[in-house]
T-cell receptor, first 115, second 112 residues
Framework: EADIYQTPRYLVIGTGKKITLECSQT?????MYWYQQDPGMELHLIHY???????EKGDLSSESTVSRIRTEHFPLTLESARPSHTSQYLC??????????????FGDGTRLSIL | KQEVTQIPAALSVPEGENLVLNCSFT??????LQWFRQDPGKGLTSLLL?????REQTSGRLNASLDKSSGRSTLYIAASQPGDSATYLC???????????FGTGTRLQVFP
């Protein structure tokens, strides 16, 4: 029943490759987020967006970049992958609410391994 | 800087027990607090969201409370079932931003 989709689910790739992790949501949410999660560790926000053409960096510094050309799509790109980029990447979205924050809905994540 | 701590890190209980998971945060100026469930290899499922003006939220067998002044929240699970086995994450939302600060979670195992 997921309304937010991430592809691929798993990716094992060599150093130096360009990688794009896809995230799409069908709920019409304005806000979207990318988190990075290492095993047994907390999630850290690396990018977020309030809507089309809006992108902001999160709390954790990341060499990745994002774009938001369409409301439903928020891809994350690594221009040249390194082993230090090995992690799980989770995408989330939430609707805009002027009064209060709304729950964030998460995708199943992409588990990325850089050899 | 806001820090979120969850205790215990892991918990194993027999089916049917009522249990409490704890979450503490260092800065009481939060906008809301959210509890999530994460199954192995999966994303997060939002369980309950408590706005800063609220004291608790309930959904089925789950009840979450919030005490901003003491910087604490608890997630109460009644009559636990093996299907409740997962990692439970607490996250605080900050004012004027949609950022969530996550704890490291409590890994729960409910055995038959």
């Amino acid at each position: 029943e997921a309304d937010i989709y991430q592809t691929p689910r798993y990716l094992v790739i060599g150093t130096g490759k360009k990688i794009t992790l896809e995230c799409s949501q069908t709920m019409g949410h304005d806000k979207m987020y990318w988190y990075q999660q290492d095993p047994g560790m907390e999630l850290h926000l690396i990018h977020y967006s309030y809507g089309v053409n809006s992108t902001e960096k999160g709390d954790l510094s990341s060499e990745s970049t994002v774009s938001r050309i369409r409301t439903e799509h928020f891809p994350l790109t690594l221009e040249s992958a390194r082993p230090s980029h090995t992690s799980q990447y989770l995408c989330a979205s939430s609707p805009y609410d002027r009064v209060s924050n709304q729950p964030q809905h998460f995708g199943d994540g992409t588990r990325l391994s850089i050899l | 800087k806001q820090e979120v701590t969850q205790i215990p890190a892991a918990l194993s209980v027999p089916e049917g027990e009522n249990l409490v998971l704890n979450c503490s945060f260092t800065d009481s100026a939060i906008y809301n607090l959210q509890w999530f469930r994460q199954d192995p290899g999966k994303g997060l499922t939002s369980l309950l969201l408590i706005q800063s003006s609220q004291r608790e939220q309930t959904s089925g067998r789950l009840n979450a409370s919030l005490d901003k002044s003491s910087g604490r929240s608890t997630l109460y699970i009644a009559a636990s079932q093996p299907g409740d086995s997962a990692t439970y994450l607490c996250a605080v939302g900050l004012y004027n931003t949609d950022k969530l600060i996550f704890g490291t979670g409590t890994r729960l195992q409910v055995f038959p």
